[in-house]
């Protein structure tokens, strides 16, 4: 498994196709929900075996905090560990930005469990994002 930026047209696409299949086939997001034009302003990792995509996440500043977001994985490579390496790797990434105070993502609370064991802590009340329960989850500056 290999873990880069994303670089090209290509990855881009590649990304998108990701998030087609799990968040809005899979999960019955809306697209206009997804596509929430912050591409742009986000830089992508995305995860590749054997040359084909299998999972990805966004990260971008906002002030000075780092929200990461859109953390999804293809369901035949979930149980893998390629979810916590994808956040290793943005979680490296945030580290050598220096402005980076606290990292922030919006977690849906049945995959609460697993941010919490890469430092994540619960912060407010559980609210609803698309249909599906969500609760907001920081840690400290990597």
């Excluded at 995860?47 to 859109?70: Q, S």
């Excluded at 606290?102 to 912060?123: I, N």
Aim: with cysteine; net charge negative; glycine share 8%.
């Amino acid at each position: 498994m290999i873990i880069t930026e994303a670089a090209t047209g290509k990855d881009m696409a590649d990304i998108r196709a990701l998030r087609q299949a799990v968040f809005i086939d899979e999960q019955n997001i809306p697209a206009e929900l997804e596509w929430d034009g912050l591409d742009t302003e986000a830089r992508h990792l995305i995860a590749r075996e054997a040359g084909n995509p299998a999972g990805t996440l966004r990260w971008r500043m906002v002030g000075e905090t780092a929200k990461i977001e859109r953390v999804c994985v293809l369901d035949t490579y979930r149980g893998t560990g390629l979810g916590a390496r994808l956040m290793f790797a943005a979680l490296d990434a945030i580290r050598e930005t220096p402005e980076v105070q606290r990292v922030k993502l919006s977690s849906q609370v049945s995959a609460a469990g697993f941010y919490r064991k890469l430092g994540f802590t619960p912060d407010g009340e559980e609210y609803d994002d698309a249909g599906i329960p969500h609760v907001d989850m920081w840690r400290d500056r990597p």
